[in-house]
């Protein structure tokens, strides 16, 4: 069984930065493709971020974050991070970090959507004041 924490999350002001981390338990967790989703209140769940698995060699975003944000993984410590940069209020949200084994079989996953994730966290709070 893997099982994701994230950790990190808190208050920040408008156009801060913040980081935050994501640890997997497991002997595999190069193996899966990794992602970063979140959901403010009221919204639905949103994709934010995503790795490939191995090295991590590619990456993806939301327009949304594109160029303020950055995923990425620590393959020997089992741990994904969510570097956020230039933060806005609209950016208040939990965020969520979640695991794809699906991916390594199929390298045409489209990681950006929700339903092709096997494991979830249980979310950190991002709260961004104006």
């Known amino acids: 069984q893997v099982q994701l924490v994230e950790s990190g999350g808190g208050l920040v002001q408008t156009g801060g930065s913040l980081r935050i981390s994501c640890a997997v338990s497991?002997?595999?967790?190069?193996?899966?493709?990794m992602g970063w989703f979140r959901q403010a209140p009221g919204k639905e769940r949103e994709f934010v971020a995503a790795?490939?698995?191995?090295?991590?060699?590619?990456?993806y975003y939301s327009d949304s974050v594109k160029g303020r944000f950055t995923i990425s993984r620590d393959n020997a410590k089992n741990l994904l991070f969510l570097q956020m940069n230039s933060v806005k209020p609209e950016d208040t949200a939990v965020y969520y970090c979640?695991?794809?084994?699906?991916?390594?079989?199929?390298?045409?996953?489209?990681?950006?959507?929700?339903?092709?994730?096997?494991?979830w966290g249980r979310g950190t709070q991002v709260t961004v004041s104006s």
């Open positions: 790795i490939s698995w191995g090295s991590g060699s590619s990456t």
């Open positions: 497991g002997r595999t967790f190069s193996t899966y493709a």
């Open positions: 979640a695991a794809s084994h699906k991916a390594l079989m199929a390298p045409s996953t489209d990681l950006s959507r929700s339903g092709e994730y096997d494991y």
